[in-house]
């Protein structure tokens, strides 16, 4: 079971590093422009995935602390 959390954790780097790469070639106004997406921008919808990112660390953190065996 490790081994698939590992697995699913380093591919979210991988994507994570692509995706922001990516952005990274946008200049301010193509960033931040209402593409009619869910959460409008490119700016918006990476905001949205670092806030769920944040949450569910939190989430396993909290999970794993309160389940730990002595």
């Not at 081994?3 to 780097?13: E, K, M, R, S, V």
């Not at 209402?34 to 569910?56: K, P, Q, Y």
């Amino acid at each position: 079971m490790l081994g698939q959390f590992t697995l699913l954790a380093d591919y979210n780097i991988w994507m994570n590093d692509k995706v922001y790469a990516a952005a990274s070639e946008l200049s301010d106004a193509e960033f931040k422009k209402n593409c009619g997406a869910f959460f409008g921008s490119i700016h918006g919808t990476l905001n949205h995935l670092l806030v769920a990112d944040r949450i569910w660390l939190q989430r396993f953190a909290h999970h794993f602390f309160h389940s730990a065996t002595p």
